[in-house]
């Protein structure tokens, strides 16, 4: 996993609330491999609405934005199915930090394990960003997970919280897995004990 | 110490702690064909699976209702072939046993899970699949992961987690005729909104869920995610214990007793407290309907499409705007009134014997006004209703009897609306797309769809004298 330590980059609102895993990347691509590349997938038919051509009312859609790696959303962002898929057209597009003021919970663990920031800030916070993002001409954001803040194009730095298991993950571009296996010989106690108290769930 | 039913499964699978999550242990992981960029991961990483036999693999999402005596060779398109193929071979080269096409308990892995004894009280059961909820009916802890955590539950047998907050749902009171567990979980997301239990672990409690069967309390824990909460719980108890036994991989004989003695210390303490209560009267409950594209835009049968221009917060009129445009619908159009073009009665939320009783029932001498799908939720399930002779009811009335699997809760099977048709549905979800692109989904019960079915329109089947004997 690439680490995430700081990052310099355009910041694109997404006025909306409740933006699902279907909309992120319609179930009907979940079959492609990976390889062919996710980022065509990612937000499919949100960004048409309907119609074979790209909605320029579509934030995302527009030249200023093309090149954004971050994301300001409405509340719920990501809610909705466990598909991956959803992460990997993000990160595939390259986007690296996602605001909003909740997230769905499945979608912000699959961020985590794929070195996307998630990170919660509230309702007011949040629009007060997008006004500004839509407003002014320059859109770009720093954010540091060190110092765990968001500076705006404005100057203004906003703290963030930041949970230090997500942070130590970041940062380092963890691998859970080589993490986990750490504790090989904790699982392994663990489980001996458990199948002697509770026999009858792995016989 | 008092603890809830949701700490006390947790307290029992904590391996270690570090900082603020604390590293799970999983007693069961379920798999389908979406799994494969799991698989890649286990490969690409050159990890070896821990416990094969604590995963458990179905070829649900991808199979085709139809030709299903084909086996393979009844999938035409090349792209979903490989999909079951490819669980097939990824399960084959790790040693994990997947219910495929062919299997006596082929199904939806949340219809499955429960009716093989997969499923049991006190358990951790992690899915690749948001709907994992479902097997919290039971008493388990169950939730959905993606794919880089069914690689670490695969490779480890545990997943880091934060332990979440706890909210207890009470509902109380009796329900009227025709009001169905669906229409419960509708009410409550109506109530509490699509964001409304995320970072909770629910427990459902109050004598209206008692007095539930245990599959019609598998759509309440089904549809929890739709309200954002990763899992709900409900406490076993006498019926669940009857539910059971002398499924394939419950105990029998002293295992069986010895489990008993676990399974009966399940439940939340009398003086344990939970971070938040809700509490919903069922009495107020009328058979629900969705007008929107997202599980908590519900309303009444009895009532009408909401007007966005009497909504004062101005995002959430742009959403109720952009759904009703979606949706095709007007402002203060009654329910009742909207014109349908099929439906479909199946998904993991609703398509297990019961549901497919009580749309039985509703279809009995009927004839369908309108295209209908049945699909029932499992190889067990179409057994069982055919050995009752369901199956003829909804074939007499003309609505396609058909083979098991997710269908057209998810549209990628080949089963899907077209642009612009308007289906009343069983399953879950009513996002933009989600059944076919442009597709426009009603989320009702399955006595509401087999209703439609029959009328063309949604009907308030509280009103039918047989309602009251439909035992939901």
């Known amino acids: ?203 | 110490m008092s603890a809830t039913l949701f700490e006390k499964i947790w307290t029992n699978h904590v391996v270690t702690d570090r900082d603020d999550e604390s590293l799970i242990y999983v007693d069961r992981v379920l798999l389908q064909e979406n799994s494969f960029h799991a698989f890649d991961k286990i490969r690409r990483e050159q990890r070896s699976v821990r416990n094969p036999a604590q995963a458990f693999a179905f070829s649900d999402h991808y199979v085709p209702t139809r030709n299903r005596e084909l086996g393979l060779g009844g999938i035409t398109d090349p792209e979903i072939r490989n999909m079951v193929e490819l669980i097939a071979s990824d399960t084959d080269a790790y040693g994990i046993e997947l219910f495929g096409i062919g299997h006596d308990y082929q199904g939806i892995l949340h219809v499955v899970g429960p009716e093989y004894g997969i499923t049991q009280p006190g358990l951790v059961i992690a899915g690749a699949d948001s709907h994992t909820s479902t097997h919290g009916a039971l008493g388990a802890y169950a939730f959905g992961i993606g794919s880089s955590e069914v690689a670490h539950v695969l490779a480890t047998q545990t997943l880091w987690r934060s332990k979440p907050r706890t909210l207890q749902i009470t509902v109380t009171g009796e329900r009227q005729p025709g009001v169905s567990s669906k229409d419960l979980i509708l009410y409550l997301i109506r109530t509490i909104g699509s964001g409304g239990a995320v970072g909770y672990a629910v427990e459902y409690t109050g004598d209206t869920i008692e007095q539930l069967s245990i599959e019609a309390r598998m759509t309440v824990c089904n549809m929890s995610i739709e309200a954002g909460a990763r899992a709900g719980l409900i406490a076993p108890d006498e019926k669940t214990f009857d539910y059971m036994r002398g499924k394939p991989l419950i105990p029998t004989g002293s295992a069986w007793d010895q489990a008993m003695q676990h399974w009966q210390t399940l439940k939340t303490d009398d003086q344990a407290t939970f971070d938040r209560d809700v509490r919903i009267d069922a009495t107020a409950i009328v058979p629900q309907v969705t007008w929107g594209t997202n599980p908590e835009m519900v309303v009444d049968v009895t009532g009408t499409i909401p007007d966005p221009a009497k909504e004062n917060d101005l995002e959430r009129r742009a959403r109720m705007e952009r759904a009703l445009e979606y949706m095709g619908l007007q402002p203060d159009q009654s329910i009742q009134s909207i014109p349908l073009d099929r439906v479909f009665i199946g998904s993991c939320t609703n398509s297990r014997l019961e549901d497919l009783r009580i749309a039985a029932r509703v279809m009995d001498g009927q004839t369908c006004r309108l295209p209908t799908m049945i699909v029932p939720g499992s190889e067990q399930v179409k057994r069982a209703a055919e050995a009752e002779g369901l199956h003829q009811i909804f074939e007499n009335a003309g609505a396609e009897w058909l083979a098991p699997g997710c269908s057209m809760c998810v549209a990628i099977n080949g089963d899907k609306l077209g642009p612009g048709e308007r289906a009343a549905s069983t399953s879950n979800r009513n996002f933009e797309g989600r059944q076919g692109q442009g597709g426009r989904t009603h989320l009702v019960s399955p006595a509401m769809a087999a209703a439609a079915a029959i009328t063309g329109q949604f009907d308030n089947i509280s009103n039918y004298s047989e309602a009251r004997s439909w035992n939901l």
């Open chain 1, 1 to 203: 996993m690439e680490p995430l330590v700081t990052l310099k980059a355009t910041a694109a609102p997404l006025r909306l609330a409740n933006v699902n895993t279907d909309q992120l990347f319609p179930a009907r691509f979940i079959k492609k491999p990976r390889a062919v590349g996710y980022a065509q997938y990612l937000f499919h038919d949100i960004r048409r609405n309907g119609a074979s051509e790209l909605d320029q009312n579509f934030s995302l859609n527009q030249a200023r934005f093309s090149d954004a790696k971050v994301i300001v959303a409405g509340a719920n962002f990501g809610s909705g199915s466990s598909r991956e898929g959803a992460v990997y057209a993000l990160y595939d597009a390259g986007f690296r930090a996602l605001f909003a003021p909740s997230f769905g919970e499945i979608f912000a663990s699959n961020c985590l394990k794929n070195g996307i920031l998630t990170a919660k800030l509230d309702q007011p916070t949040i629009d007060a960003i997008q006004s500004l993002l839509l407003s002014s001409d320059d859109a770009s954001v720093i954010v540091d997970i060190n110092s765990e803040t968001l500076t705006l194009p404005s100057g203004e730095s906003i703290s963030l919280t930041l949970d230090p298991f997500q942070k130590h993950c970041l940062i380092n571009g963890l691998n859970e897995i080589d993490l986990s296996l750490e504790f090989h010989d904790a699982i392994s106690a663990f489980e001996a004990t458990y199948r002697q108290q509770y026999p009858w769930i792995s016989s």
